[in-house]
């Protein structure tokens, strides 16, 4: 019996062995049974830049093979021409699909994860809300400035002067873009309300449920589904995660509802605060509460995430580096004149923001290198060929690699892995464009992120706040990197020393 075992694992040894040698040159090992996982799973903790490495050989493209049965086989491509066939010039044939849609279910009927009538609607919707004001952008400055003075000005100030370390990421998702984004899909100052759970704990299961569902991407489908089947392991923490952040947002729809009910002019700025209220006002035919929450849920992502991500990346960047810092605040100094002690009245006049180039290019060069969304995926519904010339099968997961196009030679030079802003800038000092397809920050084609323009202001406006009052210092040995997950934050958040400018 121990000679016939003997035999056995000696055979299985030899045949890893010349599989192994005669895949030796390939970019990643297909072993039998268990396709290329292995070695994903070996680089997982750094699969940003695995996946870098492995577009960079490949040329842009390169198809997958997962193990046997598993359905995990799918393409994978950062290559620029192909995201425009994509996203735009065939996008018809790849819409998000009903893949798509299980993956990712707890957005329900939300925006992200829905195709045809019901993504035409959100986005028209939203469109709408932003037309209800009369100068949204300014709308936007003036109330992230006033929540600025009120919440997160006050802690930068004690912390400077207690010299305390602060984590700025935890610290802006707990002060202000969580809040933020409640204030522009609600209407609602959390800080008026009183919820069945605390701030933090909703916070902490939404974050739960993003990196429960990423995980669902690199695991074979069978087993994440019999987990949910079984209600067990990640399953079952995802399913009472979105139980408890549910229980938050129906309180928030509530408390929209009361107060759209005591509103008696709906002229007034409070009944259009929010844009739910699009959707709570129309009569003859209401929407449903579940299907508010999806939309809330969608918008929710978005907003909070996107700002989160673009301000710790770009804050960590100016921290290391100083030089472009200081071209920034002399930009500032230069350009808005008499008027850099009144930020105010940029605020209320975003177009003045225009001026300043340098800091806008060093906005796109953050998010060039740190897309907020580092990958996206479709389902084509017809066999294809790409411009790059691979074959893609029809019902074939086609993975698009944001992070990796920020960093491709081909598009952006030999100095593609350096935080350089003055790519973005013109020989005559104008802000260059760059097509969405070699810059996919915020996505491409039709389903360009609605809340980019938002996003940008609030950027600038947090820039300009915080960079003429404070300087922000990483704590020496505190390690930076991406998390891997569905969003691209800090793995161990942002760890800074605070002093106030003189």
């Known amino acids: ?222 087993y994440w589904k019999l987990q949910r089947w079984l209600q067990i392991g990640n399953e079952r923490k995802l399913k009472l995660a979105r139980e408890k952040f549910d229980e938050f947002i129906y309180q928030c729809i509530s408390l929209k509802r009361e107060q759209m009910s005591h509103t008696i002019n709906n002229s007034d700025e409070e009944a259009n605060l929010g844009m739910l209220t699009i959707y709570m006002k129309e009569k003859e035919k209401p929407y449903s509460d579940e299907f508010l929450r999806d939309v ?35 930009e500032m100094k230069n350009k808005l004149g008499t008027n850099y002690n009144n930020l105010d009245y940029y605020y209320k006049n975003t177009e003045e923001l225009s001026k300043l180039v340098y800091l806008q290019a060093t906005i796109y060069e953050t998010f060039r290198l740190y897309p907020s969304i580092p990958f996206n995926h479709r389902t084509p519904t017809k066999e294809d060929v790409f411009p790059s010339g691979d074959r893609v099968k029809a019902k074939q997961m086609v993975l698009t690699c944001a992070y990796t196009t920020g960093r491709m030679e081909e598009v952006w030079g030999k100095d593609c892995l350096e935080f350089k802003p003055e790519r973005w800038i013109s020989e005559k000092g104008e802000f260059v464009f760059v097509p969405s397809h070699k810059f996919p920050a915020f996505h491409v084609g039709p389903r360009t992120c609605l809340g980019k323009d938002m996003a940008l202001v609030q950027m600038k406006v947090m820039a300009l706040t915080l960079l003429k009052n404070y300087q922000f210092h990483v704590v020496e040995g505190h390690l930076v990197c991406p998390v891997v997950g569905i969003v691209i934050n800090m793995k161990y958040g942002l760890k800074i020393m605070i002093s106030k400018r003189s």
Not at 300 to 317: H, K, M, P, Y
């Open 1 to 222: 019996m121990v000679l016939i075992i003997g035999v056995v694992v000696l055979f299985g040894v030899i045949i890893i062995i010349h599989h192994w040698w005669r895949n030796r040159n390939a970019i990643l090992t297909n072993w039998p049974i268990l396709g290329m996982l292995p070695t994903l799973v070996y680089n997982l903790p750094r699969l940003h830049e695995f996946i870098t490495e492995v577009m960079t050989k490949s040329g842009g493209t390169f198809e997958f093979k997962g193990p046997l049965f598993s359905g995990m086989d799918f393409i994978l491509t950062c290559h620029p021409l192909n995201l425009q066939h994509i996203y735009t010039t065939k996008f018809s044939n790849y819409p998000k699909g009903e893949e798509f849609r299980e993956v990712l279910d707890p957005l329900g009927d939300g925006i992200i994860n829905v195709d045809s009538d019901l993504w035409r609607l959100q986005r028209k919707m939203f469109q709408l809300w932003t037309r209800t004001h009369h100068n949204f952008d300014s709308f936007v400055a003036t109330t992230l400035h006033k929540k600025l003075l009120n919440d997160l000005i006050p802690f930068l100030d004690q912390a400077a002067e207690t010299r305390i370390q602060v984590d700025l990421q935890e610290t802006l998702q707990r002060l202000i873009t969580f809040d933020n984004a409640i204030l522009f899909i609600f209407g609602l100052d959390l800080t008026s309300y009183s919820f069945k759970s605390s701030k933090l704990e909703y916070q902490k299961a939404f974050n739960e449920m993003q990196q429960i569902v990423f995980h669902r991407h690199i695991l074979p489908k069978s």
């Open 296 to 330: 809330a849920f969608s918008f929710l992502a978005a907003a909070r995430d996107t700002l989160n991500v673009g301000l710790c990346w770009f804050f960590w960047l100016l921290a290391t580096h100083p030089n472009i810092e200081t071209k920034i605040l002399e």
